[in-house]
């Protein structure tokens, strides 16, 4: 399999990153770790969870899968910090105060002595970005992190955090975890030449755009119980007419490959210019092996030309930063 810098670190990562948002949440402990052991066997060496994610019950899955398994040092470990994990006004966010709690309950659930990615889940704007830059910096002086990231940002805010980074000599981010996938390629205009230029890894998450590109929502049917839209409305607001005409198209295109839409958008993810590790974030055992199955396989030119044309380089046609907060362009 081939492997992936993890920007300029030097690091090699898997070209896909097991993503555990569904641990401990749609996907029950006995599950999770069944799909982790697998995908470790299978060559992937790269886990993205978040302390958010289900209460914290993701990252104590990932630790204890990891215990058991005893291949924590085989493993590039991410996780993420800015969510609420208390009600108090002080239980979220990136300032130093938050950071530094996070930091230890996450390292506690995932049974490790240090985080290899630590990342920030979202910017934040009413605060310089200076403090939080201090704050990782010191994880890294403590070794408690060894490498620092951010994820749904600007690319501005990126450029500014580099900026601060050199002026201060403060740890630098290594790695942006945006929304990339067929329907949304906006990164392609900014975020994907900067990363190119600074070293900066890029690790796509939602690259089969939450399942619409697998045809999770069929046109004129209502939405699937139990779906991921049904309780997310920024989900559900992704979800158009023209979904799934690109849908049907790339099912046309998969099936000449003896492949699924869904398999076509990741290994498309995969394998565009600039793009790092996309995240495939399996709720069963299932979507795990189909997913799977793109890791050895290649994009070839004839099918690139093709998605191009369904949805052209830097457009969109679905919004996948309608969760940002900072995104004011409006797809549709």
Excluded at 82 to 101: E, F, K, L, V
Excluded at 163 to 184: G, M
Excluded at 243 to 265: P, T
Aim: aromatic residues 6%; contains cysteine.
């Amino acid at each position: 399999m081939e492997l992936r810098l993890l920007g300029r670190t030097g690091v090699m990562v898997s070209p896909l990153c097991l993503g555990a948002m569904n641990f401990g949440g749609p996907t029950g402990e006995e599950e999770s770790i069944r799909i982790i052991d697998a995908a470790l066997d299978r060559g992937i060496n790269f886990i993205d969870t978040a302390n958010v994610y289900h209460a914290g019950e993701s990252e104590r899955i990932v630790g204890k899968a990891l215990k058991q398994n005893g291949k924590r040092n085989s493993v590039v470990l991410a996780t993420k910090v800015n969510g609420a994990m208390g009600p108090g006004p002080n239980d979220r966010g990136i300032t130093r105060y938050h950071i530094m709690q996070s930091v230890e309950d996450s390292l506690r659930r995932l049974q490790t002595d240090h985080i290899d990615l630590y990342q920030l889940h979202r910017p934040a704007f009413t605060f310089p970005q200076d403090e939080t830059l201090r704050a990782l910096d010191d994880l890294v002086r403590q070794g408690k992190v060894l490498y620092t990231g951010t994820s749904t940002f600007p690319a501005w805010k990126i450029m500014e955090g580099l900026a601060l980074s050199e002026k201060y000599h403060l740890t630098r981010y290594v790695s942006e975890q945006p929304p990339y996938n067929i329907l949304d390629r906006r990164i392609e205009n900014e975020l994907i030449p900067l990363a190119q230029e600074y070293g900066i890894a890029i690790i796509p998450w939602s690259p089969i755009a939450g399942g619409i590109l697998g045809g999770r929502y069929p046109q004129g049917q209502p939405l699937p119980e139990g779906s991921r839209a049904v309780g997310m409305p920024a989900m559900a607001a992704r979800i158009n007419p023209r979904n799934q005409q690109v849908v049907d198209k790339l099912q046309k295109l998969a099936q000449e490959r003896n492949m699924n839409a869904a398999q076509l958008a990741l290994l498309w993810a995969k394998d565009q210019p600039g793009i790092t590790s996309p995240i495939t974030g399996p709720r069963t055992f299932e979507h795990y092996e189909k997913a799977v199955a793109v890791l050895d396989k290649t994009l070839d030119e004839d099918a690139r030309k093709a998605i191009d044309e369904l949805n052209p380089p830097g457009t969109a046609l679905s919004d996948f930063f309608n969760s940002s907060g900072w995104m004011k362009m409006k797809v549709g």
